[in-house]
């Protein structure tokens, strides 16, 4: 099946696409040119597929790993898989695909998040603030004390002044005082009568957190920080 799905991101690429890609900072010499809203279109006929997606990923190509985060199951997906894939990342667009549309709904989320927070490559490092965002936005089933626990870690980290990672830090602040901003307008899924608590901003930020166009840039990837 994977061989099959891989002829069709073939077949689906357009090399005139790379060259925009490029400009954003995404790795395009194992790219197609395959759009991330194609992929989502193409994912949900796939879904879900463990076993695909291990293939998918295997394959090495830029478009294929992007599907392959749509397409696993994140109760299957193991530590070890994600030590393993997070080591493997060599473009931002990935490393932040795979945080927000699987890993961030593993059980193992936050923990892989602190772990690799210390990592010294750094799209490993970006991996472990793009994971904090993402699960900050998507896991509203985890409790408010599970994420007041990683701002000492964002704060820590936030003098690492490389692109990739001090982008990622900023998006995890910006994105957990986004969730606290949910809780004081008396958000559904959260305790309204937390939100006086809300740690972040008792947080010492060093650097303000970025605009929307800042973290996106017109024509970036959706749902990626930059």
């Given at each position: 099946?994977?061989?099959?799905?891989?002829?069709?991101?073939?077949?689906?690429?357009?090399?005139?696409?790379?060259?925009?890609?490029?400009?954003?900072?995404?790795?395009?010499?194992?790219?197609?040119?395959?759009?991330?809203?194609?992929?989502?279109?193409?994912?949900?006929?796939?879904?879900?597929?463990?076993?695909?997606?291990?293939?998918?990923?295997?394959?090495?190509?830029?478009?294929?790993?992007?599907?392959?985060?749509?397409?696993?199951?994140?109760?299957?997906?193991?530590?070890?898989?994600?030590?393993?894939?997070?080591?493997?990342?060599?473009?931002?667009?990935?490393?932040?695909?795979?945080?927000?549309?699987?890993?961030?709904?593993?059980?193992?989320?936050?923990?892989?998040?602190?772990?690799?927070?210390?990592?010294?490559?750094?799209?490993?490092?970006?991996?472990?603030?793009?994971?904090?965002?993402?699960?900050?936005?998507?896991?509203?089933?985890?409790?408010?004390?599970?994420?007041?626990?990683?701002?000492?870690?964002?704060r820590e980290q936030a003098s690492?002044?490389?692109?990739?990672?001090?982008?990622?830090?900023?998006?995890?602040?910006?994105?957990?005082?986004?969730?606290?901003?949910?809780?004081?307008?008396?958000?559904?899924?959260?305790?309204?009568?937390?939100?006086?608590?809300?740690?972040?901003?008792?947080?010492?930020?060093?650097?303000?957190?970025?605009?929307?166009?800042?973290?996106?840039?017109?024509?970036?990837?959706?749902?990626?920080?930059?």
């Open positions: 099946m994977a061989r099959e799905v891989l002829q069709t991101l073939e077949e689906m690429g357009d090399p005139s696409r790379l060259e925009g890609m490029a400009r954003y900072g995404i790795r395009t010499d194992h790219a197609v040119g395959v759009t991330v809203t194609e992929l989502r279109h193409l994912a949900r006929g796939l879904r879900p597929h463990h076993e695909l997606a291990a293939a998918l990923w295997a394959s090495g190509i830029h478009e294929a790993r992007i599907l392959a985060s749509l397409v696993d199951e994140p109760a299957r997906v193991s530590q070890a898989q994600m030590d393993a894939w997070v080591a493997d990342l060599d473009s931002w667009d990935v490393c932040d695909g795979v945080c927000g549309n699987l890993f961030d709904r593993t059980p193992f989320a936050l923990d892989k998040a602190v772990e690799w927070s210390t990592r010294e490559p750094e799209l490993e490092k970006r991996a472990a603030f793009a994971l904090m965002a993402s699960a900050a936005v998507h896991r509203r089933d985890l409790p408010d004390a599970a994420f007041a626990s990683l701002l000492p870690v964002i690492d002044d490389r692109n990739y990672v001090k982008k990622a830090v900023s998006g995890a602040a910006a994105d957990r005082q986004a969730q606290c901003g949910a809780q004081r307008a008396g958000h559904p899924d959260r305790r309204a009568d937390r939100a006086d608590r809300c740690p972040i901003r008792q947080m010492d930020r060093p650097r303000r957190p970025p605009r929307a166009s800042e973290r996106r840039g017109a024509g970036a990837p959706e749902g990626t920080l930059t």
